[in-house]
């Protein structure tokens, strides 16, 4: 909790600070300040509201670079802070610091926009995502503090004028992390089947001038049960060309429920897992098990929490089923 406590500071501290040189220069005419609720007084909330307003002035201020800014449509920014906690008895606890962030600039007629911090979380879909096996990142270490910084020191821009003429939500990002200049092509749609079905495909294609090829593709299928209540399977296979090909494989079959608490939705999932890896035409099962996963907003709307617990095993490194368990605490802004 400590150490949790200092992350979530030295975060909002550095997204707040500037001198008053700085602050003046980014200050800009005809930006409007976030609005702020006044029973929302603590200095966490005046904390999070300064860093909001300074990211927009620094949207703001760089969106007058490309033209005549419109006080109509203001630049906006929007980002995210977590620490992210890992542990199971094989590789005890990992403890990972991680923000992505985005500034929408307008005066760029909505094709441009600057993306930084971790890109992996734009991957990283929602219901379970956190048992897959794709995204859990070992390491010897409990913190990791070069890793750490590597991963969320990406910065690139992002291009989205493809949504317009294919009709398709597309993305083109161009960008570096680290050394390690890349070009991120990532494409969604979705669809309304019969029987009240919802299917959605995801295609992430990234070429790294370091990292080389990588490629994730989604399905998922949907079925409201209630109101409340949505049955969903998702598949992915993820693909690596580093020296060596990788191909992986997963699914989960989970079952999803909603409901609205005092800051906001709370949510409950739990399902089965299995995934593996496809070497020689042949798809091997590697690991599967059963997890439980909730999410829900505490305090504020704007601060969330979450814990997933899972129960799998790992064929490739000799594991048998053990428990394994995930939280999250994260901030909006």
């Known amino acids: 909790m400590k150490k949790w406590a200092m992350c979530m500071a030295a975060a909002l501290s550095m997204s707040a600070h500037a001198d008053g040189e700085n602050e003046t220069y980014l200050m800009g005419e005809g930006m409007p300040p976030v609005v702020r609720d006044e029973t929302q007084s603590t200095w966490l909330d005046v904390r999070r509201y300064d860093a909001k307003d300074y990211l927009n002035k620094a949207a703001h201020k760089m969106d007058g670079w490309f033209?005549?800014?419109?006080?109509?449509?203001?630049?906006?920014?929007?980002?995210?802070?977590?620490?992210?906690?890992?542990w199971n008895e094989y590789?005890?606890?990992?403890?990972?610091?991680?923000?992505?962030?985005?500034l929408k600039l307008p005066t760029l007629e909505n094709r441009l926009s600057l993306v930084f911090g971790d890109e992996d979380l734009?991957?990283?879909g929602q219901g379970g995502v956190n048992n897959d096996e794709r995204i859990v990142q070992r390491t010897e270490r409990r913190f990791d503090r070069r890793q750490s910084r590597d991963e969320n020191s990406s910065f690139g821009l992002r291009w989205s004028q493809f949504r317009e003429r294919t009709g398709i939500n597309?993305?083109?990002?161009?960008?570096?992390?680290?050394?390690?200049?890349?070009v991120r092509v990532r494409a969604d749609k979705e669809w309304q089947l019969d029987h009240d079905i919802k299917a959605r495909f995801d295609q992430m294609y990234r070429y790294g001038s370091k990292s080389e090829h990588s490629a994730v593709s989604t399905l998922e299928f949907s079925q409201p049960q209630s109101a409340t209540r949505a049955l969903i399977n998702r598949t992915h296979l993820a693909y690596a060309h580093k020296h060596t090909e990788d191909l992986n494989w997963g699914n989960s079959f989970y079952q999803q429920h909603y409901w609205q608490g005092k800051h906001g939705t709370r949510e409950f999932g739990y399902g089965l897992y299995a995934g593996g890896n496809i070497e020689d035409k042949r798809v091997n099962l590697n690991v599967y098990?059963?997890?439980?996963?909730?999410?829900?907003?505490?305090w504020r709307e704007w601060l969330f929490v979450q814990g997933d617990v899972s129960y799998y095993n790992d064929k490739t490194q000799d594991r048998d089923h053990h428990v394994g368990a995930?939280?999250?605490?994260?901030?909006?802004?």
Do not use: W
């Open 91 to 102: 590789d005890g606890t990992t403890v990972k610091p991680r923000v992505r962030g985005k």
């Open 170 to 182: 597309t993305d083109v990002d161009l960008g570096v992390r680290s050394d390690d200049v890349f």
């Open 67 to 86: 033209g005549t800014t419109d006080p109509s449509d203001p630049a906006r920014a929007s980002l995210r802070v977590m620490v992210d906690t890992h």
């Open 122 to 124: 734009d991957i990283e």
């Open 326 to 333: 995930f939280g999250r605490v994260e901030v909006l802004f």
């Open 289 to 298: 098990g059963p997890y439980v996963s909730y999410r829900q907003p505490v």
